[in-house]
């Protein structure tokens, strides 16, 4: 004998999808949802694939305190060539399409240095 299951019905199906749609987002940081969603292309990158913040614990700090939930309202970067300065400015941009539309606007030295980065 074939146990048989009941299929959800419409209504089910749209009551489901209606409570999901209400649920607010997670509250991320920017380095919650840089590990979470940010992948490295193999143009971009010489480890493609997920980022992990792991991998650059010094940027963890700064990049959650660029997140809205932080109390921090100025940053001061100073660094060296290399440290994956740029890498957490693409994360913070992913993260404010993503999860806090707002305007932004983002400064290349040059059109090229700007196409690089998509």
């Not at 991320?28 to 979470?36: A, G, I």
């Not at 740029?86 to 404010?96: A, D, K, L, Q, S």
Request: with cysteine; charged share 15%; net charge negative.
């Amino acid at each position: 004998m074939e146990l048989q299951t009941a299929s959800p019905t419409v209504i089910e199906i749209c009551r489901t999808a209606a409570a999901a749609s209400l649920r607010p987002d997670p509250l991320l940081t920017v380095s919650e949802w840089s590990d979470e969603y940010r992948i490295l292309s193999a143009r971009a990158s010489a480890e493609p694939g997920s980022w992990r913040t792991s991998r650059t614990p010094y940027l963890q700090e700064i990049m959650d305190c660029l997140s809205p939930s932080s109390p921090i309202e100025r940053i001061i970067f100073m660094k060296g060539a290399q440290v994956g300065a740029t890498e957490c400015g693409n994360n913070w941009i992913g993260y404010v399409v993503h999860q806090a539309p707002g305007p932004m606007m983002c400064v290349q030295p040059t059109v090229e240095m700007a196409i690089v980065g998509t």
